[in-house]
């Protein structure tokens, strides 16, 4: 495995930390990205965005449409990082775009307030261009907390939502003095063998949580920060019960950690696969039941994941995961029950 030092990471971070330093007017955004993105860069978004070719194309198709959205709108990262992985770079940003939602999105009516959404993206870099991009929108959490909208399902008590943003880690957790090449390895280290030797060890004839060993490499005082439909956990206890259970009950098979990235620096690890995780749906999962159980649908799913560990354990975890593509996996027509409506 090979950690960029931090000269080598200011370079490539600087190509997206660049890129948004221009939000604040449009046009010079347009100018920074067409310079910043390769002509045939990859983007792959959330649904219901999925896969778009060019930059022209992902700007008509998603960045105009929701940037024309929202008045001043602002973008607060949490957390950047850079590492490489398997040969490609990649920079990683997580954190929340803000702003007064003005202008109809996705069919939703504009709340003329100040709404939040949560992102996240890795960014792969080539010859100092951006071949590829994965997004990943909090959707569910944005149309949860937006009050002229509403679902069209009646919400399971197995959905949880936060009703506040999610706080951005400390500064001093971040800074660069705190890298040192041990402790990146170190890091890297832990996460791999909490996914590859402790989740991977559940057994899905036994279903004992137990068989994982979380203890191994988790922090008494976890918080798990997860997407909008499970919110977040605090403590083992809560991770189990809102989180790991549930969702081994319906994927008891599932099988992850299929990264395209798995990246390090100091004490912050993130990775991303697309898909990351690959199962098959045995029981019902957020209040939606198997509906075909004769054929237990095949399901992949997109996933980004930044930990903080604090000594020898992981101590935070920024979850995101595309729940609505897998809903829709599920045989549901997830558009229709969500409310909303995209056309490219």
């Not at 599932?254 to 697309?274: C, E, T």
């Amino acid at each position: 495995m090979y950690v960029l030092r931090p000269a080598q990471q200011k370079n490539t971070i600087d190509l997206v930390t660049n890129l948004w330093h221009h939000l604040d007017c449009f046009n010079d955004w347009k100018r920074e990205a067409n310079k910043s993105f390769s002509y045939d860069t990859v983007f792959r978004v959330c649904h219901p965005f999925e896969k778009i070719h060019g930059f022209q194309r992902a700007l008509a198709c998603f960045f105009v449409p929701f940037f024309n959205s929202f008045a001043n709108l602002t973008r607060d990262v949490h957390i950047h990082l850079k590492g490489e992985f398997k040969g490609n770079h990649w920079v990683s940003h997580t954190g929340y775009y803000s702003g007064k939602f003005i202008k109809d999105w996705l069919g939703v009516y504009p709340s003329h307030k100040q709404e939040f959404i949560r992102f996240g993206e890795f960014y792969q870099i080539e010859t100092g261009k951006i071949v590829r991009v994965n997004i990943i929108l909090d959707l569910l959490d944005f149309l949860y907390k937006v009050k002229t909208h509403r679902f069209n399902f009646e919400l399971s008590s197995a959905i949880r939502f936060d009703e506040q943003p999610i706080p951005k880690p400390y500064t001093k957790q971040l800074e660069p003095r705190l890298y040192v090449s041990s402790l990146t390895h170190q890091s890297l280290h832990l996460v791999e063998d909490m996914i590859f030797k402790g989740l991977q060890s559940f057994n899905s004839n036994r279903k004992l949580l137990a068989d994982m060993g979380m203890k191994t490499y988790w922090c008494n005082d976890l918080i798990w920060y997860g997407p909008g439909g499970i919110g977040t956990c605090y403590g083992l206890k809560d991770f189990q019960q809102f989180h790991q259970q549930p969702f081994l009950r319906a994927f008891s098979d599932r099988v992850g950690g299929n990264h395209m990235a798995r990246i390090a620096f100091g004490l912050l690890v993130a990775s991303s696969g697309w898909p990351s995780i690959y199962a098959t749906q045995n029981d019902s999962w957020l209040g939606f039941d198997l509906l075909d159980k004769p054929k237990k649908p095949k399901i992949t799913m997109r996933v980004m994941d930044w930990w903080l560990r604090k000594e020898n354990y992981l101590w935070k975890n920024w979850g995101l995961i595309d729940i609505p593509n897998i809903i829709k996996q599920m045989g549901y027509s997830v558009d229709k029950l969500l409310g909303i409506h995209y056309c490219e």
